[in-house]
């Protein structure tokens, strides 16, 4: 079901032309925003490689802290016809709007919503009490990359999210629920598998936390060139990812 979760305003519309760092990378504005060259804020620890390269479009804010090094912030880039967000920094709050919409939400009705939550050696991005009273742990992750119709994390080799991983697996052999919501950013995505190529580790661990009943929401959200950032469906893992 389609649900608009929140709206953002872009400020500019550029062409990505380097990423000098994780964070940092170089974007061609016209005369108005300041001109070609300007540095940009990129808010994604993933490679991105298929939607930051040289001459793809993106979409910017503006900085809203004065005399930061960068002047804008990075928040979506072109991918064939959609827009794909590519700002971890909006993934809370895209989250969140799906949990607390029991319209949508795959945990129903809930008491109450605690963020960043310390469990064992990590902290999980909620904690959650569903109105039967049952406690449940969720980890969420940002999937911006898809090959064939299959959203993949990670895109880069990531420890702490098989340690997330791990940590969900030992909440539920506690006798908690615990869950990961895929944020699948990706429109043209069918169904959700874990980037074994890319990080082995990462794919073992989902796949022993699938076993052992952690539950798993690969949430297909879209992003338009208005801004609007809206809630599209539940989408399955594939077969053979479990």
């Known amino acids: 079901m389609r649900v608009r979760l929140l709206k953002t305003e872009f400020h500019a519309e550029g062409i990505f032309r380097q990423r000098i760092n994780r964070f940092v990378g170089i974007v061609d504005l016209d005369e108005r925003h300041g001109g070609a060259g300007q540095r940009v804020h990129v808010h994604d620890p993933g490679r991105l490689s298929e ?118 697996v030992s909440l539920r052999k506690r006798g908690f629920r615990s869950a990961m919501m895929i944020l699948v950013l990706r429109s043209d995505a069918q169904c959700f598998a874990p980037n074994g190529d890319t990080d082995p580790l990462f794919a073992e661990a989902f796949n022993r936390a699938a076993k052992s009943g952690v539950e798993v929401y690969p949430v297909l959200c879209s992003c338009s060139g208005q801004g609007d950032i809206c809630h599209e469906r539940l989408i399955e893992v594939c077969r053979g990812s479990r």
């Open 51 to 168: 939607l930051l390269f040289p001459g793809n479009r993106v979409k910017l804010v503006r900085a809203s802290r004065p005399g930061r090094k960068t002047g804008w912030t990075l928040i979506a880039a072109r991918f064939e016809e959609q827009w794909v967000l590519v700002n971890s920094g909006l993934h809370r709050r895209i989250s969140e709007a799906i949990i607390t919409d029991a319209s949508i939400s795959p945990f129903g009705m809930l008491d109450s919503v605690e963020a960043e939550v310390r469990a064992g050696a990590s902290r999980l991005d909620y904690r959650l009490v569903t109105a039967e009273g049952e406690v449940v742990w969720v980890e969420v992750k940002g999937c911006t990359l898809a090959r064939n119709g299959i959203a993949l994390f990670p895109d880069a080799p990531t420890s702490r999210g098989v340690r997330h991983v791990e940590e969900l």
